[in-house]
C-alpha cells in the first residue's frame, strides 16, 4: 500500500512576527486612504492610490500631477480629519506621483554621440584661434575628452 506523502503547511500558516507586523502596517495604510477618500470628491478619490505616515508626514499617491495639484488643496482637511483618528501626530502632508517604467534595463540606453576624428581635430585647431582664453581652455578641454571618449568607444 503506498504511503501518503507528507503535507506541508503554507509558510504564512506559521507565526511569523516581522510578516505580522507588516499586514498590520498594510491594514492602517488601507484604513487611512479610505478616511482620505472619504473626504475628497468622488473624482478626486479614485485618483489617491496610496498613502503613508512617515516621520510626522502624510504621503498620497497619485499617477498624475494634475490630480496631486488638486488634492494639494484639500491639505488642511486632510490632516485635521486624520488628528483625530491616527496615534502620530501629522504635520504636513506631501502628495507625490506614481511613476510606472516600462520594460526593464539595465543601464542607461542613451549612448554619447562623439564626433568623427576630424572634427575634434577641427574643434581642437579652430580653439587655438580664440582670443578669449576662457573659451580657449574650455574648448581644449572639449576637444580632449572627446579625443579620449572616441578611443574609448571606436
Not at 499586514?23 to 492602517?28: L, M, P, R, T
Not at 508626514?57 to 496631486?68: E, G, Q
Request: net charge positive.
Amino acid at each position: 500500500m503506498p504511503s501518503k506523502p507528507p503535507s506541508f503547511k503554507i509558510s504564512l500558516s506559521y507565526q511569523n512576527r516581522a510578516i505580522a507586523f507588516y499586514y498590520g502596517q498594510i491594514e492602517q495604510q488601507q484604513r487611512l486612504l479610505k478616511r482620505i477618500q472619504s473626504v475628497l470628491p468622488d473624482n478626486l478619490a479614485q485618483q489617491a492610490k496610496h498613502c503613508l505616515i512617515k516621520e510626522r508626514k502624510l504621503l498620497i499617491y497619485t499617477d498624475s500631477a494634475t490630480w496631486a495639484s488638486q488634492i494639494r488643496f484639500y491639505s488642511n482637511v486632510i490632516i485635521g480629519i486624520l488628528q483625530a483618528t491616527t496615534q502620530s501626530p501629522i504635520e504636513t502632508m506631501q502628495v507625490r506621483l506614481i511613476t510606472t517604467q516600462i520594460g526593464s534595463s539595465s543601464g542607461s540606453s542613451r549612448k554619447a554621440n562623439i564626433p568623427s576624428v576630424e572634427k575634434i581635430a577641427l574643434i581642437r585647431r579652430d580653439s587655438l584661434s580664440v582670443s578669449d582664453a576662457q573659451l580657449q581652455q574650455a574648448l581644449l578641454k572639449l576637444s580632449a575628452t572627446l579625443d579620449r571618449l572616441s578611443n574609448i568607444n571606436p
